[in-house]
């Protein structure tokens, strides 16, 4: 069975940063690209991040580069993102994903961050 | 990264057919065969329905199917059934390692 929990979520200040993590199991994590996605509280799902199977490549949308870092451990297999200089808009759950195709597979419950002073 | 464009509320009654629409542009939608819709149940995490805008993972009933011209992507839910009440997301690809989501869309079986 796919599994993928996430941790790491939390209250920060504005200007705070947080590392959330992503366990996996019941697959190869270190033949899938992965992503983080984000969903503001009653708002829709927006793509974050992503990075490839080996961790060579990484990409991110406009509102977090420069602030936010993906990075795995294929050999704990776990996913990482590094959230600095956080701001109010930064408040969402934020989702692991499997990619499948280009598109989002594998879904973890998510980890709530809230930014607030 | 503009998101695409989704109605925000679509409602049917069981048995019915709905269609919900994805519109992005040519840099996205209508470059790309890497659609994907995805059902949300209230406080749980979205689920993959359809992914390379036709196809669905095992598990998936039939009753769920998508489609795409030009620029818009469709999902179509036939046989409305009352566990069909969920919100809706569209992505696509956008190329260059780029993702892009629909604003979702709130399906209401009457």
């Known amino acids: 069975e796919v599994q993928l929990v996430e941790s790491g979520g939390g209250l920060v200040q504005p200007g705070g940063s947080l590392r959330l993590s992503c366990a996996v199991s019941?697959?190869?994590?270190?033949?899938?690209?992965m992503h983080w996605v984000r969903q503001a509280p009653g708002k829709g799902l927006v793509w974050v991040s992503h990075?490839?199977?080996?961790?060579?490549?990484?990409s991110y949308a406009d509102s977090v580069r420069g602030r936010f870092t993906i990075s795995r451990d294929n050999a704990k297999n776990t996913l990482y993102l590094q959230m600095n200089s956080l701001r109010p808009e930064d408040t969402a759950v934020y989702y692991c994903?499997?990619?499948?195709?280009?598109?989002?597979?594998?879904w973890g419950q998510g980890t709530t961050v809230t930014v607030s002073s | 990264q503009s998101a695409l464009t989704q109605p925000p509320s679509a409602s049917g009654s069981p048995g019915q057919s709905v269609t919900i629409s994805c519109t992005g542009t040519?840099?996205?939608?209508?470059?790309?065969?890497?659609v994907s819709w995805y059902q949300q149940h209230p406080g749980k995490a979205p689920k993959l329905m359809i992914y390379?805008?036709?196809k669905r993972p095992s598990g998936v009933p039939d009753r769920f199917s998508g489609s795409k011209s030009g620029n818009t992507a469709s999902l179509t839910v036939s046989g409305l059934q009352a566990e069909d009440e969920a919100d809706y997301h569209c992505?696509?690809?956008?190329?260059?390692?780029?993702?892009?989501f629909g604003g979702g869309t709130k399906l209401t079986v009457l």
């Open positions: 994903v499997r990619d499948r195709t280009y598109g989002m597979g594998d």
């Open positions: 390379e805008v036709t």
């Open positions: 990075i490839y199977s080996d961790g060579s490549r990484t």
């Open positions: 040519s840099s996205d939608v209508g470059g790309h065969n890497y």
């Open positions: 019941g697959f190869t994590f270190n033949t899938h690209w």
């Open positions: 992505s696509s690809y956008a190329g260059s390692n780029n993702w892009v």
